[in-house]
Protein backbone atom coordinates (compact mmCIF):
# COMPACT_ATOMS: atom_id res chain seq x y z
CA UNK A 1 0.00 0.00 0.00
CA UNK A 2 1.00 3.87 -0.41
CA UNK A 3 0.81 5.73 2.77
CA UNK A 4 0.34 9.44 2.21
CA UNK A 5 2.30 11.66 4.80
CA UNK A 6 1.74 15.22 3.52
CA UNK A 7 3.18 15.78 0.47
CA UNK A 8 5.22 12.54 0.49
CA UNK A 9 4.45 8.55 0.38
CA UNK A 10 5.93 5.57 1.61
CA UNK A 11 5.08 2.54 -0.08
CA UNK A 12 4.11 -0.30 2.31
CA UNK A 13 4.02 -4.31 2.80
CA UNK A 14 2.18 -6.21 4.96
CA UNK A 15 2.13 -9.91 4.72
CA UNK A 16 1.76 -12.65 7.12
CA UNK A 17 -0.25 -12.69 10.16
CA UNK A 18 1.04 -12.99 13.86
CA UNK A 19 3.77 -11.34 15.80
CA UNK A 20 4.45 -8.09 13.97
CA UNK A 21 8.38 -8.07 12.94
CA UNK A 22 9.34 -4.76 11.40
CA UNK A 23 11.94 -5.15 8.41
CA UNK A 24 14.87 -2.97 7.38
CA UNK A 25 16.24 -3.43 4.05
CA UNK A 26 20.13 -2.93 3.25
CA UNK A 27 21.53 -0.49 0.24
CA UNK A 28 20.28 -0.66 -2.16
CA UNK A 29 17.78 -2.64 -1.99
CA UNK A 30 13.82 -2.21 -2.34
CA UNK A 31 11.86 -3.04 1.12
CA UNK A 32 9.94 -6.45 0.50
CA UNK A 33 9.80 -8.38 3.33
CA UNK A 34 12.40 -11.90 3.84
CA UNK A 35 10.77 -14.28 1.76
CA UNK A 36 13.66 -16.72 2.83
CA UNK A 37 12.84 -15.81 7.03
CA UNK A 38 8.47 -16.57 6.12
CA UNK A 39 6.78 -18.47 8.99
CA UNK A 40 3.31 -18.87 10.17
CA UNK A 41 2.85 -16.72 13.25
CA UNK A 42 4.97 -13.98 11.74
CA UNK A 43 3.64 -10.53 10.64
CA UNK A 44 6.11 -9.12 8.13
CA UNK A 45 5.59 -5.49 7.48
CA UNK A 46 8.22 -2.83 5.52
CA UNK A 47 8.62 -0.27 3.48
CA UNK A 48 10.44 1.22 0.60
CA UNK A 49 12.88 3.61 1.98
CA UNK A 50 13.07 7.23 1.35
CA UNK A 51 13.53 7.18 -2.61
CA UNK A 52 14.07 3.42 -3.59
CA UNK A 53 10.84 2.42 -5.12
CA UNK A 54 7.42 4.36 -5.13
CA UNK A 55 8.67 6.53 -1.69
CA UNK A 56 9.03 9.48 -2.14
CA UNK A 57 13.05 10.77 -2.06
CA UNK A 58 13.95 12.71 1.05
CA UNK A 59 17.40 13.90 0.12
CA UNK A 60 19.58 14.45 3.53
CA UNK A 61 17.35 12.16 5.96
CA UNK A 62 19.15 10.93 8.80
CA UNK A 63 18.96 7.39 10.39
CA UNK A 64 16.77 8.45 13.13
CA UNK A 65 14.19 9.27 10.39
CA UNK A 66 13.63 5.58 10.22
CA UNK A 67 11.67 6.09 13.68
CA UNK A 68 9.46 8.20 12.28
CA UNK A 69 8.38 6.52 9.25
CA UNK A 70 8.12 3.26 11.21
CA UNK A 71 5.63 5.09 14.51
CA UNK A 72 3.46 6.85 10.84
CA UNK A 73 3.22 3.46 9.25
CA UNK A 74 2.59 1.23 12.99
CA UNK A 75 -0.01 3.78 13.43
CA UNK A 76 -1.75 3.35 10.19
CA UNK A 77 -1.74 -0.93 10.68
CA UNK A 78 -2.97 -0.13 14.00
CA UNK A 79 -0.06 -2.03 15.33
CA UNK A 80 1.25 -0.48 19.00
CA UNK A 81 4.19 -2.52 19.65
CA UNK A 82 6.01 -4.62 17.47
CA UNK A 83 9.65 -6.08 16.96
CA UNK A 84 12.08 -4.66 14.14
CA UNK A 85 15.17 -6.76 12.03
CA UNK A 86 17.50 -4.81 9.87
CA UNK A 87 20.16 -6.12 7.57
CA UNK A 88 23.26 -4.72 6.55
CA UNK A 89 22.16 -0.92 5.43
CA UNK A 90 18.93 -1.39 7.09
CA UNK A 91 20.14 -2.52 10.78
CA UNK A 92 21.17 0.95 11.57
CA UNK A 93 17.44 1.84 10.87
CA UNK A 94 16.55 -0.92 13.17
CA UNK A 95 18.91 -0.09 15.67
CA UNK A 96 17.33 3.85 15.54
CA UNK A 97 13.49 2.32 16.52
CA UNK A 98 14.83 0.62 19.22
CA UNK A 99 16.62 3.67 20.43
CA UNK A 100 13.90 6.48 19.77
CA UNK A 101 10.95 4.31 20.03
CA UNK A 102 11.44 2.49 23.19
CA UNK A 103 7.47 2.10 24.28
CA UNK A 104 7.00 0.40 20.78
CA UNK A 105 9.71 -1.80 19.86
CA UNK A 106 9.77 -4.97 21.84
CA UNK A 107 13.37 -6.66 20.53
CA UNK A 108 15.96 -5.84 17.73
CA UNK A 109 18.04 -7.98 15.33
CA UNK A 110 21.04 -5.88 13.35
CA UNK A 111 22.48 -8.31 11.11
CA UNK A 112 25.79 -6.73 9.54
CA UNK A 113 25.29 -3.12 11.04
CA UNK A 114 27.74 -0.69 10.63
CA UNK A 115 27.95 1.28 13.80
CA UNK A 116 28.14 5.50 13.89
CA UNK A 117 30.65 6.92 11.30
CA UNK A 118 32.36 8.72 14.62
CA UNK A 119 32.51 5.83 16.90
CA UNK A 120 35.45 6.28 19.55
CA UNK A 121 37.66 3.87 19.47
CA UNK A 122 36.72 2.16 16.11
CA UNK A 123 39.02 1.49 12.88
CA UNK A 124 35.67 2.23 11.11
CA UNK A 125 37.13 1.29 7.35
CA UNK A 126 39.91 -1.18 8.65
CA UNK A 127 39.04 -4.63 6.90
CA UNK A 128 36.72 -2.93 4.91
CA UNK A 129 36.89 -4.17 1.06
CA UNK A 130 37.95 -1.57 -1.51
CA UNK A 131 35.09 -0.87 -3.33
CA UNK A 132 33.23 0.06 0.23
CA UNK A 133 35.98 2.17 1.37
CA UNK A 134 35.97 4.24 -1.99
CA UNK A 135 31.94 4.50 -1.69
CA UNK A 136 31.58 5.44 2.12
CA UNK A 137 35.13 7.69 1.95
CA UNK A 138 33.26 9.78 -1.07
CA UNK A 139 29.99 9.97 0.97
CA UNK A 140 32.41 11.15 3.97
CA UNK A 141 33.72 13.68 1.47
CA UNK A 142 30.26 15.38 1.05
CA UNK A 143 27.28 14.98 -1.78
CA UNK A 144 28.76 16.34 -4.59
CA UNK A 145 31.65 14.19 -3.97
CA UNK A 146 29.59 11.05 -3.38
CA UNK A 147 27.62 12.05 -6.50
CA UNK A 148 30.77 12.15 -8.40
CA UNK A 149 32.02 8.74 -7.14
CA UNK A 150 28.51 6.95 -8.37
CA UNK A 151 27.99 8.90 -11.97
CA UNK A 152 32.07 8.10 -12.61
CA UNK A 153 30.58 4.12 -13.52
CA UNK A 154 33.45 2.33 -11.08
CA UNK A 155 32.07 -1.02 -10.53
CA UNK A 156 31.27 -1.89 -6.81
CA UNK A 157 33.35 -5.34 -6.31
CA UNK A 158 31.37 -6.60 -3.23
CA UNK A 159 34.19 -9.52 -2.76
CA UNK A 160 31.23 -12.23 -1.82
CA UNK A 161 33.08 -15.21 0.41
CA UNK A 162 32.13 -18.77 -1.06
CA UNK A 163 29.60 -19.29 1.84
CA UNK A 164 28.15 -15.75 0.28
CA UNK A 165 27.74 -16.91 -3.02
CA UNK A 166 26.09 -20.18 -2.01
CA UNK A 167 23.41 -18.18 -0.35
CA UNK A 168 22.86 -16.58 -3.06
CA UNK A 169 22.62 -19.32 -5.28
CA UNK A 170 20.22 -21.21 -2.89
CA UNK A 171 17.73 -19.48 -0.23
CA UNK A 172 18.77 -15.96 -0.77
CA UNK A 173 18.03 -15.61 -4.07
CA UNK A 174 15.88 -13.71 -3.09
CA UNK A 175 18.47 -10.80 -3.14
CA UNK A 176 17.86 -10.83 -6.99
CA UNK A 177 14.17 -9.74 -6.66
CA UNK A 178 15.08 -6.54 -4.59
CA UNK A 179 18.92 -5.27 -5.36
CA UNK A 180 18.55 -4.98 -9.17
CA UNK A 181 15.14 -2.71 -9.19
CA UNK A 182 15.86 -0.69 -6.21
CA UNK A 183 18.04 1.47 -8.74
CA UNK A 184 15.69 1.64 -11.54
CA UNK A 185 15.34 5.44 -11.09
CA UNK A 186 18.93 5.86 -10.77
CA UNK A 187 21.15 5.92 -7.67
CA UNK A 188 19.81 8.75 -5.66
CA UNK A 189 18.14 6.82 -2.63
CA UNK A 190 21.63 4.74 -2.44
CA UNK A 191 23.40 7.99 -2.21
CA UNK A 192 21.30 9.18 0.57
CA UNK A 193 21.79 5.76 2.18
CA UNK A 194 25.63 6.61 2.52
CA UNK A 195 25.48 9.93 3.51
CA UNK A 196 23.35 9.10 6.12
CA UNK A 197 25.70 6.49 7.45
CA UNK A 198 28.21 8.65 7.34
CA UNK A 199 26.66 11.83 9.33
CA UNK A 200 25.37 11.63 13.10
CA UNK A 201 22.79 9.49 12.84
CA UNK A 202 20.24 11.11 15.73
CA UNK A 203 20.71 9.07 18.10
CA UNK A 204 23.10 7.00 20.14
CA UNK A 205 23.09 2.94 20.30
CA UNK A 206 24.31 3.41 24.36
CA UNK A 207 20.70 4.51 24.67
CA UNK A 208 19.43 0.95 23.56
CA UNK A 209 17.50 -0.44 26.56
CA UNK A 210 15.11 -3.17 24.42
CA UNK A 211 16.14 -6.43 23.92
CA UNK A 212 19.30 -6.39 20.94
CA UNK A 213 20.73 -9.25 19.15
CA UNK A 214 23.71 -8.69 16.71
CA UNK A 215 25.01 -10.68 14.36
CA UNK A 216 28.00 -10.18 11.83
CA UNK A 217 29.95 -12.91 10.16
CA UNK A 218 33.89 -12.46 10.69
CA UNK A 219 34.49 -12.56 6.94
CA UNK A 220 32.11 -9.42 6.24
CA UNK A 221 34.45 -7.52 3.94
CA UNK A 222 31.75 -5.05 3.58
CA UNK A 223 30.81 -4.34 6.63
CA UNK A 224 33.85 -5.52 9.09
CA UNK A 225 32.72 -7.17 12.17
CA UNK A 226 34.20 -5.69 14.52
CA UNK A 227 31.54 -2.95 14.18
CA UNK A 228 28.84 -5.04 15.68
CA UNK A 229 32.22 -5.73 18.52
CA UNK A 230 31.68 -1.68 19.28
CA UNK A 231 27.84 -1.92 18.99
CA UNK A 232 27.96 -4.96 21.32
CA UNK A 233 30.12 -2.81 24.01
CA UNK A 234 27.59 0.29 23.86
CA UNK A 235 24.22 -1.00 23.31
CA UNK A 236 23.22 -2.22 27.50
CA UNK A 237 22.81 -6.31 27.62
CA UNK A 238 23.34 -6.45 23.83
CA UNK A 239 23.69 -10.29 22.74
CA UNK A 240 26.71 -10.55 20.34
CA UNK A 241 26.33 -13.53 17.68
CA UNK A 242 29.86 -13.87 15.64
CA UNK A 243 29.96 -16.96 13.05
CA UNK A 244 33.41 -17.17 12.14
CA UNK A 245 32.98 -18.99 8.29
CA UNK A 246 29.98 -16.18 6.91
CA UNK A 247 30.20 -13.15 5.28
CA UNK A 248 27.87 -10.23 4.57
CA UNK A 249 25.17 -12.47 3.13
CA UNK A 250 25.37 -15.91 4.45
CA UNK A 251 24.69 -14.09 8.04
CA UNK A 252 21.27 -14.60 7.01
CA UNK A 253 21.12 -18.10 7.17
CA UNK A 254 20.86 -17.67 10.76
CA UNK A 255 17.82 -15.46 10.43
CA UNK A 256 15.59 -18.11 11.05
CA UNK A 257 17.20 -18.62 14.65
CA UNK A 258 17.21 -14.53 14.93
CA UNK A 259 12.92 -15.01 14.64
CA UNK A 260 13.14 -17.78 17.22
CA UNK A 261 14.77 -15.06 19.54
CA UNK A 262 12.29 -12.77 18.56
CA UNK A 263 9.00 -14.93 19.13
CA UNK A 264 10.58 -16.12 22.45
CA UNK A 265 10.61 -12.70 23.76
CA UNK A 266 7.19 -11.43 22.26
CA UNK A 267 5.25 -14.77 24.14
Not at 115 to 127: E, M, R, V, Y
Not at 152 to 159: L, Q, R
Not at 187 to 202: E, F, K
Amino acid sequence: MDLQLGDRVLHVYDVGDGVPVFWHHGTPNLGLPPEPLFRPGVRWISYDRPGYGTSTAVPDRPVASAATDMSHIADALGVEKFAVFGHSGGAPHALACAALLPDRVTAVVAGASLAPFDAQGLDWFGGMIASGQASLRAAAAGRAAKETHEASGVEYDPEFTAADLAALDGPWSWFGKVVGPALANGPGPLIDDDLAYVRPWGFDPASIRVPTLLLHGERDGMVPASHSRWLASRIPGAELRITPDDGHISVLNHGADAVDWILDISR
